[in-house]
């Protein structure tokens, strides 16, 4: 411990109360580099809030060792799957707030959960803060080859003549997959059923299987099921066609006006020190515009961001916003 003696005697009081003043500007004025510079001290822990083998896990899988050589120390990716999400979610908001926890959210996990959730233990804007978006997720519409399927409008015409006989399997309630069905539902006028799973991982398993005909989910989960045609890829769920399956069309295309953009971000405790994000977001940055880490997520269908911890804040902000309304409109509820 730094202990400071100073000479406070009746015969030199101003000499005695100039150095206490020094020597306090003097710490405060390292004090932020002392943060910045003792950090990282050890392995940090990269939380996802689903099992292994789905999207979210297989992005962070591909930042974590490169973000590892960043900062110098092991980036170890820990899955605390659980109540859509939001087991993970809470284990990242309770975490020690010294820089090395962080949280992969998702569109879900940050932005939706706190809706349809009004009563969680924690609070996200709160007790979390951006550090960086790291990637936009291409969504798309699977079905199994065994529904008689090859478009949007075909499958919309087959929902309508079975009303609440079609399933569709989703990651957990609130999460992209489900609001990406249900706002489907809303513009197509059909009536799909929820069919929840505790992660993508799990629910292409029974979609693989033919237990649940169709899927709502990301492009990075289920690109290999549609090379080897396991899956028939109906569509894309944002407002453009993918650059990975340029052949398959937009569901606006049948559906004027719907669009739907999965995106996962790295967040960690609201406490964390400035200096430290700042550092965080420099390095998660650098690794999403080397060449490597970038082809390998474009290749799954995931669009490398690496925004400011302001711009990814504004926009987690913007988010929770719009789907609050297609929340009330398409009468959503956590099930």
Known sequence: MLQLHLDVSPLRPAVALSSLLFAGIGLAALAPCGHA??????????????PPGGGTDLVARIVAPRLAD?????????????????????????????GHTLFLGTLGNLSVNPLLYPKLPFDVERDLQPVANVVAVTFMLYAHPSI????????????????????????????????????????AGVRMVHVPYKGSAQSFTDVLAGHVPVTFDSLVQGLQYVKDGR????????????AVLPEVPSVGETLPGYDLTNWFGLVTQAAVPREVVSRLNADVVKVLRTPDARDRLLALGAEPIGDSPEQFGAFMKAESRKWARVIREAKIRAD
């Open 37 to 50: 510079q003792g950090w990282p001290s050890k392995p940090v822990r990269l939380i996802v809030a689903f």
């Open 231 to 242: 899956l028939r890829a109906l569509a894309t769920l944002g407002a453009k066609r993918s």
């Open 148 to 187: 008689p399927v090859r478009s949007v409008r075909e499958l919309v015409a087959l929902a309508k003549s079975r009303p609440g006989e079609l399933d569709y399997a989703s990651s957990g309630a609130g999460g992209a997959p489900h609001l990406g069905a249900e706002l489907f539902n809303l513009l």
């Open 70 to 98: 960043a900062i110098g120390q092991m980036v170890i990716v820990d899955n605390r799957a659980g109540a859509a999400g939001l087991v993970g979610t809470e284990l990242a908001t309770k975490a020690p707030a010294d």
